[in-house]
């Protein structure tokens, strides 16, 4: 009998002198289970090509196979799992992630709106004072009704400037809102 590999398949050519049975016997107790079912049919082929008759036919060889596949099979049936020794920092930022809030914006609340905020009123005071002491110098010092309404608006305008900056602090804030969640999910 010879053996040699090729291609990863066991390639086994008949020998007319070989004892066959001892062989099948030999793989099996080695757990070759695929070198047993061919040598079966090896065996097969030299009892009906000699008229030998000391040994009948066998088709155990499907029940070879059948041992390779049971080897091969996990002993509980299913594979094992893999648990990583992460799996609760992995849970603990999943979960963060899902259970973030919902992205919500009030500007009362954010603190760059609240110095934006005392930045504009001062400047409208200072701009409100410079507008009063400009069209009163103009009237000889005294204030009038024109002059406290042209201070009024000079100081409106800064505040109206004040409310345009709302959009861009809400975007600012829902940028960084994405940010952190980006920050999250990388992690």
Known sequence: MRLKRNEE???MAYEKDKDYQAGIEDAVKSGDYES????????????????ITDYKK???????????QQERKPS?????????????QIDGA????LNRDKFSYDYTKDQKYKQYEKAYTENG?????DTLAQVSARTGGLASSYAGAAS???YNRHMDAL???IPELEQLAYSMYRDEGSDQRAN
Not at 76 to 88: C, I, L, R, T, W
Not at 94 to 97: E, K, R, T
Not at 125 to 129: L, Q, S, V
């Open 125 to 129: 005071k200072r701009a409100m004072e």
């Open 9 to 11: 398949v066991l390639v």
């Open 58 to 68: 066998t088709s155990k060889y499907d029940s070879y196979l059948g041992g390779v």
């Open 163 to 165: 409310s345009a900056k």
């Open 152 to 154: 009024q608006q000079s």
């Open 94 to 97: 999943l979960n963060i992630l």
């Open 36 to 51: 047993a079912a061919r040598l079966e049919q090896l065996r097969n082929e030299k009892i009906s090509g000699e008229g």
């Open 76 to 88: 509980n049936g299913s594979a094992p799992s893999y648990v990583s020794k992460y799996q609760s």
